[in-house]
């Protein structure tokens, strides 16, 4: 068995400037890859940026690009700029709806913090159970003497862990009047 030397080959060098023919044609092509990057929008970002990724996908076009295939040059490049368009654009929208799925809110009750997770895991969760354990009986059926029909019977149904649907027909309605019991619960503490 023959040994092969393990040197690596020296990469070829990318050249300080494009050649002329292909800024010549990068000129003749800046027209079509703009009308491609019309047609998109750029979440966070303006017309110029998609432009710019327009060009990328151009520039990548015509150095891709090999008459020996056989295949038009006019639908070789759009369909590279039409790749690196949507790839900026998914990226972009990735990024946006990153912040949306990452983020939890925090609730605060008195000088506790509480995550969102812990909040929603439970019907009736430690902070509730905690507020009611605070107030007395007195405080509580005085706070209820102040509650609406629904804002009590949501605040019951939620501590017994009935589903809001079944509270009412409109669980917006349902969580609103939830909302306004706990409020007057707090007052009430």
């Known amino acids: 068995m023959k040994e092969r030397a393990l040197t690596p080959a ?3 060098p990318l050249p300080e400037q494009p050649a002329p023919l292909e800024e010549l044609l990068v000129r003749q092509w800046t027209g079509f890859a703009y009308t491609i990057a019309g047609d998109y929008f750029l979440p966070g970002g303006d017309l110029d940026d998609i432009r710019q990724e327009a060009l990328i996908g151009l520039v ?19 369909l590279t700029i039409t790749r690196q368009v949507l ?3 998914k990226q972009a929208r990735r990024l946006k ?3 949306i799925t ?17 909040v929603f895991s439970d019907p009736l969760t430690d902070c509730h ?5 605070r107030l007395t009986l007195d405080e509580v059926k005085a706070a209820t003497w102040a509650m609406s029909d629904l804002e009590a019977k949501s605040l019951i149904g939620v501590a017994i ?11 917006k309605k349902v969580d ?11 007052e009430a503490a």
Do not use: H, M
């Not at 990548?60 to 759009?78: Q, S, T």
């Not at 809110?105 to 506790?112: C, G, K, N, S, Y």
């Not at 609103?176 to 707090?186: E, G, P, Y």
């Open 129 to 133: 159970r905690s507020l009611i354990a």
């Open 97 to 99: 709806r990153r912040q």
């Open 176 to 186: 609103n009047a939830l909302q306004r019991a706990r409020r007057k619960l707090r």
């Open 161 to 171: 862990g009935v589903p809001y649907l079944e509270i009412d027909c409109d669980a």
């Open 10 to 12: 020296a990469p070829a």
């Open 102 to 118: 990452e983020a939890l809110r925090v609730i605060e009750l008195d000088d506790e913090t509480v995550d969102a997770v812990d």
């Open 87 to 89: 790839t900026a654009v």
């Open 60 to 78: 990548n076009g015509l150095r891709a690009f090999d008459p020996a295939l056989g295949v038009p040059l006019k639908g070789f490049l759009r």
